[in-house]
């Protein structure tokens, strides 16, 4: 069994963003072990709550919120890049003054440490650009 | 709430951890209000570290971590002062957070 | 020992062309290409990609391409040949195969 | 700690992307965790060597301005693709950093040694 840390660049309705996700299944399905899912610039927007697409498309956030769940997966969320993107915890809603937090359950918001930590833990990383 | 600062004919509205929303109105008058509300009273060895920070942010648009800013202050002047310790005597408890505060520079995002 | 994973079209992004640049010029021919996303319209039977077709004809390396992606684009007959077709699961094997993956943009 | 060779490539030309600006902050914080890091501007990524620049006003980070720095987060090995600067007729403009050049065969070679690359 080997580890992989796989980082996130792409926004919930970009092709990149859905294709880690077919590729953390097929991970999981070969039953190896993921380590960290590391979501990135655009890609912090998996990780919103208020995503609401229309009825007749996927909604990538929470197809991403059923596998973190269903696997119990470490799903970081890249702090600087989500401030920016107004990703938000309750934390943080309340350090920023901000009206609502909106992270999604399941997801974690921390710092880019946790990439170089994966790095340093997993034996592959893969990185899906924009 | 937010709180403001008030210096002279003055208003600085600072966030709720007591940095400042507009770096811009920055100036020593306003770093020594800011200072004071720490319980700090500035000295030049204060100052000093102050302007370092302020012109390595200026010049290369980056927040150093502690330990890039003690080697910076080794750099500039030497390795007597180039010690956590010296940093941590004048800024105690979280200097990095404190420093950039009363210098007038964004908060630090800890990466870590 | 390397995987080099690319997800830009040709007529996009440079990208194919300086990874084989770069594989070209490596003393080593134990890596591979594998092309997904928009990548995989670089292994269409077009004038604009003869160049890219050359150089991959003559380098040791294999390169690869996502079926999903190609289905997805409705690209079956097109194809020049030399390219090796991998689903998911071939994807993840090829990950671990080589040493580590490099994505390129 | 495991040590992990980090090789970080920037490809792209400053302003059109956010990735430069991305790949330098995982260099900072790899360099944060002590852990041996290779800088390469590969490229349209040699743009970014450039002094001339003036951000100011864009809303635009210039990461070039930190890259005089990176010596004191223990960066040492900065290179530049051969040959890049020349192919731009850019030979004669003034860099931000004097940096060492390497030939497409050592940039294969700099890939092959690294435990992780991240090409932006």
């Known amino acids: 069994m080997q ?75 890249c702090v600087a890049s989500a401030l920016k993107r107004g990703i938000v915890n309750a934390a943080e809603a309340e350090r920023y003054e901000l009206a609502a937090s909106n992270l999604r359950q399941g997801f974690e918001i921390s710092g880019l440490g946790q990439l170089i930590d994966g790095v340093i833990q997993s034996d592959r990383v893969v990185n899906f650009l924009p | 709430m937010s709180n403001t600062l008030l210096i002279k004919d003055k208003q600085l509205k600072l966030d ?29 060895e204060h100052w000093e570290l102050i302007h370092l920070l302020r012109n390595f942010h200026q010049q290369s648009g980056l927040i150093p971590s502690t330990r890039v800013l003690v080697k910076l202050i080794a750099k500039e002047f030497g390795e007597e002062k180039g010690k956590s310790a010296y940093l941590m005597s004048l800024f105690p408890d979280a200097p990095l957070k404190k420093i950039c505060k009363i210098a007038g520079l964004p908060r630090p995002i800890n990466c870590v | 020992m390397t995987l080099h994973l690319i997800n830009k079209s040709p007529a996009k992004s440079s990208a194919l062309n300086e990874c084989l640049s770069v594989l070209e010029a490596s003393n080593n021919s134990s890596s591979a290409i594998l092309l997904i996303e928009d990548a995989v319209y670089s292994a269409l039977k077009h004038p604009a990609n003869m160049a890219l077709h050359e150089k991959i004809k003559k380098l040791a390396s294999p390169c690869y391409l996502l079926k999903e992606d190609l289905l997805m684009r409705g690209l079956h007959a097109e194809l020049v040949e030399g390219f090796t077709i991998v689903d998911y699961a071939g994807f993840v094997q090829l990950s671990l195969d080589f040493k580590k993956v490099q994505s390129w943009s | 700690m495991t040590l992990k060779n980090i090789l970080i490539i920037i490809r792209q030309a400053p302003y059109s992307s956010l990735l430069p600006a991305a790949a330098l902050d995982v260099l900072l914080t790899a360099a944060a965790f002590e852990q041996p890091i290779t800088l390469l501007f590969m490229g349209e990524g040699v743009q970014h060597l450039l002094s001339a620049q003036n951000s100011t006003g864009s809303g635009m980070k210039n990461i070039s301005k930190a890259l005089p720095s990176l010596e004191l987060y223990e960066v040492d090995q900065v290179f530049m693709e051969k040959d890049a600067l020349a192919n731009r007729k850019l030979e004669n403009e003034k860099l931000v950093l004097q940096v060492e050049s390497l030939s497409l065969n050592q940039i294969a070679d700099a890939i092959e040694k690294a435990d992780q690359v991240f090409n932006f």
């Open chain 2, 16 to 44: 709720k951890n007591g940095y400042l929303q507009e770096l811009a109105g920055w100036d020593k008058a306003v770093a020594e209000a800011l200072a004071n509300k720490e319980g700090l009273a500035l000295g030049s």
């Open chain 1, 3 to 77: 580890s992989f840390t796989l980082v996130v660049f792409g926004a919930p309705d970009s092709q990149s963003s859905s294709t880690a996700l077919n590729y953390a299944k097929a991970v999981l399905k070969a039953g190896h072990h993921i380590y960290r899912l590391f979501f990135y610039q655009d890609g912090v927007f998996n990780a919103c709550s208020f995503n609401t697409p229309s009825q007749d498309e996927e909604n990538s956030s929470v197809n991403w919120q059923t596998l973190i769940q269903e696997h119990e997966l470490d799903a970081v969320v």
